[in-house]
């Protein structure tokens, strides 16, 4: 309990109370109370039980919702979702990713010991779209970022936000809005928030690089005024009315290099204070300590070679003290716990110790280092201290010989590693995070969208109550393209070579509800085959795809089909050309619709991207036309009240004029129909039982429209394009209808205006975001 929020823990405090309540009130409820009567005391209490702990076994009390919305990531690409099924109580997804985490935006609410994620129920998640770098506590149980964000929990905040004490967006503060600022670094004075970064203006104001806000409405102090800034501003400290900065400028009206001293009311620069660096030298971090006598001193990491090597101080007169550590490269990040200051950087020995790697303490007086144990394998680009908690940010993955990507935390001044580990998915850049307190937790911000990250590859399973992963799932050396359910066997497609390191090449089958691995091995040989579309139907599972033309020895070009029961190849072979890709399969009755990128089919080269054929041997017959084919790939097929509706990258249906992408085939009438026109690829269609139908891929629009682009939706028989644009920020692969939901994924990593890890929920209903 002591590291929950103080929310959650107000949560509990008030169950506690109710009890003492009725305890004191003499009352009892009355003997043989059922806890199920919903009119009684008993179930008012143990509803808020159930609710404060979780649970969610069967019960006759109410049924509270834990989904936490979790995404999938990779640290070397864009990760994707290609795939998704629901099976039983669990969603199925396969694509090409590493990993799954919490899908919780760039800032982040995590318990201060182990780094995991506040539930979202305690605590929402704020879904920062964009990168935070900065973050400060606003004095009242709350706190401001800063970055290049564009929207917190779907509302617009050009890259300043204020958080409020419960985890919500401050709706009195706003500041100009701005796409081209980069915020670095923020500061709380009294009734004023600094902001430094990377901006020529603020609004109409010639105000550049740092500015001055009303820390509660977000208006600009138009009386704070340093003069004209020429480069970035990376930290801002203050000591009374004075406000130190660090950054690659050298010019604020008139020199500074990296360094200078402003009034903190006007901005204007103290002339006084004359301490300077190189010439091209940058302060990434200040710190106001103290040094061994106890006297205010202002601490600086960076680059630079004067006017001592990446790290000096100053007291805030600018007077140079004799503190010199002499790193041998840029120091990102400085803190002081007590006589001792902890540095953070890319240097590998400091003085005192010539192999001092990346994270070192150095004594206050003399700059000699006094803790040299912490083993970080690589650069320290942040550090913020908590009590007596110093964390660490940067590029490293292991501290003292044990995993931790991107994120440590160690006690000090013992130095020990402590268990936080809220295990990112790729570097924190500098600038590029924050470590702050947030009630007995602490805010993460960084430079991704995900936390708590764990290894599952290219297949993971979730549990459709709580959106958490299902253990001991199969691991994919490559990525999974298609999924098809049969019974209680799962087949797999993709460009996977092995799984769980056992050979299984592009086509596997696992059973359920174990996800084994099927013995079953349909030796597709080479290394650049990969198949694309299953389905079943007629006794049979039919896979095709690209770069094979054999399967268990026999020659099948680009299609197959094995038998639903003993899973051996079978007869069928429709005999696609060698050069062919099949792209989308669909069975109709006896006939099994083929799409893609072919012109040959049985050896007949006037066939080509669209024609069914029969179950039994693969041979075309007349459906849906022969002589009218789309002209190019049909990359799905999706049957809806007697209708197909077909997907791809056609523009046109040869005989027929313009299909933009998207066609309707009518077997009432034996017809196409062009009612809805994409101005790009076409990758998912799916509809609901009510006759909305989910359209995703990559375009700008559906029906001239330029505003719903990746995804839209629209309803049958009229063909409106239904009011709905979740503008997700990249291609939409795969969608599945569930349960009154759409599980929609892809490659995006935004939607809603809200940062997403490749899919998202969805009932259609949501506003447009904007």
């Known amino acids: 309990m002591e590291s929950m929020r103080p929310l959650a823990k107000n949560f509990y405090l008030s169950i506690f109370l109710v009890l003492i309540a009725m305890a004191s009130t003499n009352c009892k409820p009355a003997d043989l109370e059922s806890t199920c009567d919903v009119k009684s005391e008993s179930f008012l209490l143990a509803s808020l039980v159930r609710l404060a702990t979780g649970d969610r076994s069967p019960s006759c009390l109410p049924a509270f919702?834990?989904?936490?919305?979790?995404?999938?990531?990779?640290?070397?690409?864009?990760?994707?979702?290609?795939?998704?099924?629901?099976?039983?109580?669990?969603?199925?997804?396969?694509?090409?990713?590493?990993?799954?985490?919490?899908?919780?935006?760039?800032?982040?609410?995590?318990d201060k010991h182990s780094g995991t994620a506040i539930p979202s129920r305690f605590c929402p998640f704020l879904k920062v779209k964009g990168e935070t770098y900065a973050a400060v506590p606003d004095g009242s149980g709350g706190f401001y970022i800063g970055g290049t964000f564009t929207h917190v929990q779907g509302i617009k905040r050009s890259q300043v936000a204020h958080i409020l004490p419960g985890c919500q967006l401050d709706p009195n503060f706003n500041?100009?809005?701005?796409?081209?600022?980069?915020?670095?670094?923020?500061?709380?004075?009294?009734?004023?928030?600094?902001?430094?970064?990377?901006?020529?203006?603020?609004?109409?104001?010639?105000?550049?690089?740092?500015?001055?806000?009303?820390?509660?409405?977000?208006?600009?102090?138009?009386?704070?005024?340093?003069?004209?800034?020429?480069?970035?501003?990376y930290s801002i400290v203050s000591f009374g009315n004075s406000l130190f900065i660090g950054g690659s400028f050298d010019t604020i009206g008139a020199v500074r290099l990296g360094i200078a001293k402003l009034n903190a009311t006007t901005g204007v620069v103290d002339t006084s204070f004359t301490s300077q660096l190189n010439v091209g030298g940058a302060a990434f971090d200040l710190n106001m300590g103290t040094?061994?006598?106890?006297?205010?001193?202002?601490?600086?990491?960076?680059?630079?070679?004067?006017?001592?090597?990446?790290?000096?101080?100053?007291?805030?007169?600018?007077?140079?003290?004799?503190?010199?550590?002499?790193?041998?490269?840029?120091?990102?990040?400085?803190?002081?716990?007590?006589?001792t200051v902890y540095l953070g950087g890319s240097f590998t020995s400091v003085l005192g110790a010539p192999t001092a790697n990346f994270l070192v303490g150095v004594d206050n007086g003399s700059g000699t280092a006094v803790k040299n144990d912490f083993a970080i394998d690589l650069t320290v680009t942040s550090l913020h201290l908590v009590g007596n908690q110093l964390y660490a940010l940067g590029q490293f993955t292991m501290a003292k010989g044990i995993s931790r990507n991107y994120a440590a935390a160690f006690e000090v001044p013992s130095g020990a590693l402590t268990n936080w580990n809220p295990s990112l998915d790729e570097a924190v850049s500098n600038p590029g995070g924050a470590v702050i307190p947030f009630g007995n937790d602490v805010v993460l911000g960084f430079n991704r969208y995900g936390v708590?990250?764990?290894?599952?590859?290219?297949?993971?399973?979730f549990d459709e109550a709580t959106g958490y992963p299902l253990d001991n799932t199969p691991e994919f050396?490559?990525?999974?393209?298609?999924?098809?359910?049969?019974?209680?066997?799962?087949?797999?497609?993709?460009?996977?070579?092995?799984?769980?390191?056992?050979?299984?090449?592009?086509?596997?089958?696992?059973?359920?509800?174990?996800?084994?691995?099927?013995?079953?091995?349909?030796?597709?040989?080479?290394?650049?085959?990969?198949?694309?579309?299953?389905?079943?139907?007629?006794?049979?599972?039919?896979?095709?795809?690209?770069?094979?033309?054999?399967?268990?020895?026999?020659?099948?070009?680009?299609?197959?089909?094995?038998?639903?029961?003993?899973?051996?190849?079978?007869?069928?072979?429709?005999?696609?050309?060698?050069?062919?890709?099949?792209?989308?399969?669909?069975?109709?009755?006896?006939?099994?619709?083929?799409?893609?990128l072919y012109t040959s089919l049985n050896g007949n080269n006037t066939i080509q991207y669209y024609r069914a054929v029969d179950t039994v041997t693969g041979t075309a017959i007349s459906l849906p036309s022969t002589t009218n084919y789309p002209q190019n790939d049909v990359m799905v097929q999706t049957l809806y009240d007697g209708k197909i509706y077909l997907g791809g990258s056609f523009t046109t249906i040869s005989g027929l004029g313009a299909f933009n992408n998207f066609a309707i085939y009518d077997f009432a009438t034996n017809s196409y129909q062009n009612s809805i026109y994409a101005n790009g690829f076409v990758n998912a269609i799916t509809p609901a039982p009510d006759g909305r139908v989910l359209v995703g891929g990559s375009f700008t629009g559906l029906n001239g429209s330029t505003t719903t682009p990746n995804v839209s939706a629209f309803q049958t028989g009229s063909y409106n394009i239904l009011n709905w644009a979740p503008n997700p920020d990249s291609t939409v692969y795969t969608s599945f209808y569930h349960n009154g939901k759409w599980y929609v994924g892809g490659e995006f990593k935004d939607a809603f205006n809200k940062a997403y890890g490749g899919f998202f929920r969805t009932d259609l209903n949501e506003p447009p975001s904007n």
Do not use: C
Not at 82 to 102: A, C, E, P, T, W
Not at 186 to 207: E, I, K, R, T
């Open 175 to 233: 500041v100009t809005e701005d796409a081209s600022r980069s915020v670095y670094t923020l500061h709380v004075l009294g009734d004023n928030l600094y902001v430094g970064g990377n901006f020529a203006s603020w609004g109409s104001n010639p105000q550049s690089n740092i500015a001055s806000v009303n820390r509660y409405t977000g208006e600009l102090n138009t009386g704070f005024f340093p003069g004209a800034m020429n480069n970035y501003v």
């Open 452 to 461: 708590n990250l764990i290894p599952k590859k290219h297949f993971v399973v």
């Open 65 to 110: 919702s834990f989904l936490e919305e979790w995404g999938v990531y990779v640290s070397t690409s864009i990760p994707k979702v290609r795939s998704i099924l629901s099976y039983r109580n669990h969603i199925l997804m396969g694509g090409d990713f590493n990993k799954v985490g919490l899908s919780t935006g760039s800032v982040a609410i995590l």
């Open 291 to 339: 040094d061994s006598q106890g006297s205010p001193v202002l601490y600086v990491g960076g680059s630079f070679s004067t006017p001592r090597n990446n790290a000096t101080a100053f007291y805030p007169d600018g007077t140079l003290t004799s503190w010199a550590p002499n790193p041998n490269a840029p120091v990102e990040a400085i803190q002081q716990y007590e006589n």
């Open 477 to 596: 050396d490559f990525g999974i393209v298609t999924m098809h359910l049969k019974g209680d066997r799962l087949f797999l497609g993709g460009s996977f070579r092995t799984i769980n390191g056992i050979s299984r090449n592009s086509f596997a089958a696992l059973d359920l509800p174990h996800y084994q691995l099927n013995p079953m091995d349909v030796q597709i040989p080479g290394i650049t085959g990969d198949i694309r579309a299953i389905a079943s139907g007629n006794g049979q599972v039919y896979f095709g795809g690209d770069g094979f033309t054999t399967v268990s020895g026999q020659t099948r070009n680009r299609v197959a089909a094995i038998s639903e029961e003993t899973l051996a190849l079978t007869q069928w072979n429709p005999n696609v050309d060698v050069t062919g890709i099949v792209s989308s399969l669909l069975v109709v009755g006896d006939a099994v619709f083929i799409g893609g």
